[in-house]
């Protein structure tokens, strides 16, 4: 075993006992708090962040050729690890300079980030697969996407949930229906908005919208990166030992 992943399997370890975590009081409270806030945000906000994030997420399911790259074969883990980093910090830079800007231009443009926002995600999560040699192309393989999306962007009981199926990947994925209609996309979108919805709603609010935009936009994105980096390390480190 190299150094490298020695030190892999630590940090790895210490991330899955954050994923296994039971709720804490706090984000209990979280919640309670969330749900109030919903009820005084306008509706219309509402509904465009939900249209967004279900036309991506059936974009993502259907027609993600867009969002594909190659994969990346015959890389050590070391290697992909390094190319992984590099296009997170561009994603994070990007998206921090679009939060900066569509922060600055209030509710409307505000409004314009969500999509945005989801799309570079989106599009950094399939650059990542290919990176570590996993095509989007094989609809199983969006799913797992997207549960790492619903790992980094969920309540830590949706969060246990979604864990399970990744760590237990090659038994989940045989159970997986051949018609992707199926996929929860209510549940994913609902988490989605929920958990963001804290941080992003200051992003509406005249005069410190910019400074919100940039910062949280930044953060988001660094979190959504090192979960996938995670959720990769997890599964190539099970198929070395299944090889081994």
Known sequence: MSPYETYIR???MRWQESMQKPPSGFGRFSS????????????RVHQAITATIKQM????LFGADYLNRPPTLDLSLSQCEATAVNRINFYRRASAAEGG???AG??????????????????MLFEI???YGYSGRDYRERIYILY???????SQERRQAVYRHLADWPEHSRQLPEDINQFDWQT?????????????????????GAAVGLVVNYRLVGQLGRTAMNAYRMRWLAEQKRLS
Request: glycine share 8%.
């Open 57 to 60: 997420t059936r974009l993502v």
């Open 129 to 131: 697969a290919a990176i």
């Open 32 to 43: 309670t708090v969330q749900r109030r806030i919903n009820r005084i945000i306008p509706k």
């Open 106 to 123: 209030g509710l409307l443009l505000g409004l314009a980030d969500f999509p945005i926002l989801l799309g570079l995600k989106m599009k």
């Open 101 to 103: 800007v569509t922060g």
């Open 148 to 154: 790492i999306f619903q790992l980094a962007f969920s």
């Open 10 to 12: 630590t940090e790895l």
């Open 188 to 208: 994913f979108q609902q988490e989605y908005r929920d958990y963001i919805d804290l941080a992003k709603m200051a992003q509406l609010v005249p005069g410190i």
